[in-house]
Protein backbone atom coordinates (compact mmCIF):
# COMPACT_ATOMS: atom_id res chain seq x y z
CA UNK A 1 0.00 0.00 0.00
CA UNK A 2 1.31 3.44 -0.79
CA UNK A 3 1.56 5.85 2.24
CA UNK A 4 1.02 9.42 2.15
CA UNK A 5 2.71 11.89 4.26
CA UNK A 6 1.86 15.17 4.82
CA UNK A 7 3.67 17.92 6.64
CA UNK A 8 3.12 20.05 8.44
CA UNK A 9 0.38 18.41 10.77
CA UNK A 10 -1.00 22.07 11.54
CA UNK A 11 -0.20 25.24 9.58
CA UNK A 12 -0.99 28.79 11.33
CA UNK A 13 -1.07 31.38 9.62
CA UNK A 14 -2.96 34.62 8.68
CA UNK A 15 -5.71 35.81 6.18
CA UNK A 16 -3.62 37.62 3.01
CA UNK A 17 -0.17 34.95 3.91
CA UNK A 18 0.70 32.40 1.62
CA UNK A 19 -0.12 28.41 2.74
CA UNK A 20 1.91 25.81 1.25
CA UNK A 21 1.18 22.28 2.07
CA UNK A 22 3.30 19.33 1.14
CA UNK A 23 2.32 15.59 0.27
CA UNK A 24 5.29 12.76 0.10
CA UNK A 25 3.99 9.25 -1.13
CA UNK A 26 6.24 6.34 0.12
CA UNK A 27 6.07 5.46 -4.03
CA UNK A 28 5.85 7.29 -6.91
CA UNK A 29 2.44 7.91 -7.64
CA UNK A 30 3.01 9.57 -11.26
CA UNK A 31 1.11 12.56 -11.70
CA UNK A 32 -2.30 10.61 -9.93
CA UNK A 33 -2.47 12.77 -7.18
CA UNK A 34 -5.70 15.24 -5.36
CA UNK A 35 -6.16 16.84 -2.69
CA UNK A 36 -9.21 17.52 -0.70
CA UNK A 37 -10.54 20.21 2.03
CA UNK A 38 -12.58 19.50 4.24
CA UNK A 39 -14.33 22.36 7.29
CA UNK A 40 -15.49 21.26 9.90
CA UNK A 41 -19.12 18.89 9.95
CA UNK A 42 -19.15 18.52 5.95
CA UNK A 43 -17.80 16.60 3.37
CA UNK A 44 -14.59 17.00 1.74
CA UNK A 45 -14.11 19.58 -1.22
CA UNK A 46 -11.99 18.20 -3.98
CA UNK A 47 -9.97 21.31 -5.24
CA UNK A 48 -7.23 19.27 -7.52
CA UNK A 49 -6.79 16.23 -9.39
CA UNK A 50 -3.79 14.78 -11.56
CA UNK A 51 -1.38 17.13 -9.10
CA UNK A 52 -2.06 20.18 -10.71
CA UNK A 53 -5.67 20.49 -12.26
CA UNK A 54 -8.39 22.48 -10.39
CA UNK A 55 -11.72 21.03 -10.12
CA UNK A 56 -14.55 22.67 -11.11
CA UNK A 57 -15.54 25.70 -9.80
CA UNK A 58 -12.30 26.22 -7.14
CA UNK A 59 -10.52 29.73 -7.28
CA UNK A 60 -7.15 30.60 -9.05
CA UNK A 61 -5.52 31.27 -5.99
CA UNK A 62 -5.49 27.01 -5.21
CA UNK A 63 -2.51 25.82 -7.39
CA UNK A 64 -0.94 22.27 -6.72
CA UNK A 65 2.71 21.28 -8.32
CA UNK A 66 4.47 18.08 -8.16
CA UNK A 67 4.95 14.41 -9.67
CA UNK A 68 6.49 11.62 -8.76
CA UNK A 69 6.64 11.50 -4.79
CA UNK A 70 6.31 14.84 -3.62
CA UNK A 71 3.45 16.97 -4.14
CA UNK A 72 2.85 20.75 -3.04
CA UNK A 73 -0.65 22.68 -2.88
CA UNK A 74 -0.49 26.41 -2.65
CA UNK A 75 -3.07 28.65 -1.38
CA UNK A 76 -1.55 32.36 -2.77
CA UNK A 77 -3.62 34.86 -0.49
CA UNK A 78 -5.56 32.91 2.31
CA UNK A 79 -9.26 34.02 2.45
CA UNK A 80 -10.95 33.20 5.67
CA UNK A 81 -13.09 30.59 4.37
CA UNK A 82 -9.72 28.52 3.54
CA UNK A 83 -9.18 27.62 6.98
CA UNK A 84 -10.06 24.35 7.08
CA UNK A 85 -8.40 20.26 6.92
CA UNK A 86 -6.49 19.52 3.78
CA UNK A 87 -5.94 16.02 2.86
CA UNK A 88 -4.09 14.36 -0.53
CA UNK A 89 -4.91 11.63 -1.91
CA UNK A 90 -3.32 9.05 -4.63
CA UNK A 91 -4.77 6.69 -6.93
CA UNK A 92 -3.24 3.28 -8.60
CA UNK A 93 -4.56 1.75 -10.96
CA UNK A 94 -3.04 -1.72 -10.04
CA UNK A 95 -4.32 -2.86 -7.40
CA UNK A 96 -7.09 -0.39 -7.78
CA UNK A 97 -6.73 1.26 -4.62
CA UNK A 98 -7.25 4.75 -3.11
CA UNK A 99 -5.36 5.77 -0.03
CA UNK A 100 -5.28 9.40 1.76
CA UNK A 101 -2.62 11.06 3.76
CA UNK A 102 -3.50 12.46 7.61
CA UNK A 103 -3.92 15.81 6.46
CA UNK A 104 -3.09 19.13 7.18
CA UNK A 105 -4.65 21.69 9.74
CA UNK A 106 -4.38 25.24 8.79
CA UNK A 107 -5.78 27.53 11.01
CA UNK A 108 -5.84 31.13 11.55
CA UNK A 109 -2.89 32.22 13.34
CA UNK B 1 -28.15 19.63 -10.14
CA UNK B 2 -25.85 16.65 -9.33
CA UNK B 3 -26.03 15.25 -5.96
CA UNK B 4 -26.00 12.21 -3.84
CA UNK B 5 -28.24 11.97 -0.72
CA UNK B 6 -27.67 9.17 1.82
CA UNK B 7 -29.30 7.36 4.24
CA UNK B 8 -30.13 8.47 7.95
CA UNK B 9 -28.09 8.28 11.10
CA UNK B 10 -27.42 4.76 12.36
CA UNK B 11 -26.96 3.45 15.84
CA UNK B 12 -26.34 -0.67 15.51
CA UNK B 13 -24.73 -3.49 18.75
CA UNK B 14 -21.23 -5.02 17.99
CA UNK B 15 -21.47 -7.99 16.04
CA UNK B 16 -24.66 -6.40 13.91
CA UNK B 17 -24.74 -5.51 10.18
CA UNK B 18 -25.23 -1.75 8.87
CA UNK B 19 -26.32 -1.17 5.24
CA UNK B 20 -26.22 2.61 4.10
CA UNK B 21 -27.81 3.99 1.09
CA UNK B 22 -27.02 6.61 -1.48
CA UNK B 23 -29.18 8.20 -4.20
CA UNK B 24 -27.82 9.83 -6.90
CA UNK B 25 -29.20 12.23 -9.34
CA UNK B 26 -28.73 14.72 -12.08
CA UNK B 27 -26.15 12.80 -14.01
CA UNK B 28 -26.00 9.28 -15.97
CA UNK B 29 -25.20 7.11 -12.71
CA UNK B 30 -24.02 3.76 -14.86
CA UNK B 31 -21.46 6.10 -16.36
CA UNK B 32 -19.28 6.72 -13.07
CA UNK B 33 -18.62 4.38 -9.79
CA UNK B 34 -19.62 5.37 -6.49
CA UNK B 35 -15.92 5.13 -4.25
CA UNK B 36 -17.27 5.14 -0.20
CA UNK B 37 -14.60 7.05 2.66
CA UNK B 38 -15.43 6.84 5.99
CA UNK B 39 -14.30 9.20 8.66
CA UNK B 40 -13.78 8.13 12.62
CA UNK B 41 -14.71 10.75 15.52
CA UNK B 42 -11.53 13.19 15.51
CA UNK B 43 -9.27 11.35 12.49
CA UNK B 44 -8.82 11.58 8.89
CA UNK B 45 -10.31 10.13 5.67
CA UNK B 46 -10.53 6.10 5.15
CA UNK B 47 -10.97 4.63 1.54
CA UNK B 48 -13.13 1.55 2.03
CA UNK B 49 -13.60 0.27 -1.32
CA UNK B 50 -15.78 1.18 -4.75
CA UNK B 51 -17.99 -0.23 -7.35
CA UNK B 52 -18.54 0.65 -10.86
CA UNK B 53 -21.58 1.58 -11.23
CA UNK B 54 -21.29 0.56 -15.01
CA UNK B 55 -20.97 -3.43 -14.81
CA UNK B 56 -21.02 -4.01 -10.91
CA UNK B 57 -17.22 -4.54 -10.68
CA UNK B 58 -16.16 -3.76 -7.24
CA UNK B 59 -12.67 -3.09 -5.11
CA UNK B 60 -12.25 -3.69 -1.60
CA UNK B 61 -9.62 -1.98 0.78
CA UNK B 62 -7.62 -5.35 2.18
CA UNK B 63 -9.30 -4.18 5.69
CA UNK B 64 -11.95 -4.48 5.21
CA UNK B 65 -12.22 -7.53 2.41
CA UNK B 66 -14.48 -10.22 3.91
CA UNK B 67 -16.93 -7.43 6.09
CA UNK B 68 -18.25 -4.91 3.46
CA UNK B 69 -19.87 -5.37 0.80
CA UNK B 70 -20.70 -2.62 -1.90
CA UNK B 71 -23.37 -2.95 -4.78
CA UNK B 72 -25.75 -0.86 -6.77
CA UNK B 73 -29.46 -0.72 -8.21
CA UNK B 74 -29.61 0.85 -11.40
CA UNK B 75 -33.15 0.82 -11.33
CA UNK B 76 -33.29 3.35 -8.55
CA UNK B 77 -29.73 5.23 -9.17
CA UNK B 78 -28.94 3.81 -5.72
CA UNK B 79 -25.59 2.91 -4.29
CA UNK B 80 -25.72 0.81 -0.87
CA UNK B 81 -22.42 0.26 1.60
CA UNK B 82 -22.90 -3.33 4.21
CA UNK B 83 -20.76 -3.71 6.64
CA UNK B 84 -20.75 -6.72 8.70
CA UNK B 85 -19.97 -7.95 12.45
CA UNK B 86 -19.32 -4.92 13.41
CA UNK B 87 -16.81 -3.42 16.06
CA UNK B 88 -16.76 0.21 18.11
CA UNK B 89 -13.78 1.18 15.84
CA UNK B 90 -15.95 1.10 12.80
CA UNK B 91 -18.01 3.88 14.50
CA UNK B 92 -17.90 6.89 11.74
CA UNK B 93 -19.28 8.92 9.71
CA UNK B 94 -19.32 6.71 6.37
CA UNK B 95 -19.36 9.41 2.99
CA UNK B 96 -20.20 7.90 -0.66
CA UNK B 97 -18.63 9.77 -3.31
CA UNK B 98 -18.87 10.18 -7.17
CA UNK B 99 -15.75 8.22 -9.03
CA UNK B 100 -15.04 8.52 -12.45
CA UNK B 101 -14.39 5.50 -13.95
CA UNK B 102 -11.13 5.31 -14.99
CA UNK B 103 -9.29 2.26 -17.64
CA UNK B 104 -5.93 1.30 -18.09
CA UNK B 105 -4.35 -0.30 -21.14
CA UNK B 106 -4.94 -3.30 -19.61
CA UNK B 107 -8.61 -2.88 -19.32
CA UNK B 108 -8.79 -2.98 -15.90
CA UNK B 109 -11.30 -0.23 -14.34
CA UNK B 110 -10.11 1.34 -11.09
CA UNK B 111 -11.44 4.52 -9.20
CA UNK B 112 -11.15 8.03 -10.00
CA UNK B 113 -11.38 11.27 -8.20
CA UNK B 114 -13.58 11.51 -6.03
CA UNK B 115 -15.75 15.33 -7.27
CA UNK B 116 -19.32 14.89 -5.58
CA UNK B 117 -19.95 13.88 -2.04
CA UNK B 118 -22.90 12.73 -0.20
CA UNK B 119 -23.79 14.85 2.86
CA UNK B 120 -22.22 11.62 5.24
CA UNK B 121 -24.05 9.18 7.70
CA UNK B 122 -23.04 8.67 11.17
CA UNK B 123 -23.39 4.89 11.76
CA UNK B 124 -22.63 4.46 15.68
CA UNK B 125 -21.71 0.95 17.11
CA UNK B 126 -21.90 0.87 20.66
CA UNK B 127 -23.65 -2.02 23.68
Request: proline share 5%; glycine share 10%; aromatic share 10%.
Amino acid sequence: EIVLTQSPATLSLSPGERATLSCRASQSVSSYLAWYQQKPGQAPRLLIYDASNRATGIPARFSGSGSGTDFTLTISSLEPEDFAVYYCQQRSNWPPEITFGQGTRLEIK
Amino acid sequence: QVQLVQSGAEVKKPGASVKVSCKASGYTFTSYGISWVRQAPGQGLEWMGWISAYNGNTNYAQKLQGRVTMTTDTSTSTAYMELRSLRSDDTAVYYCARAEIMITFGGVASPGYMDVWGKGTTVTVSS
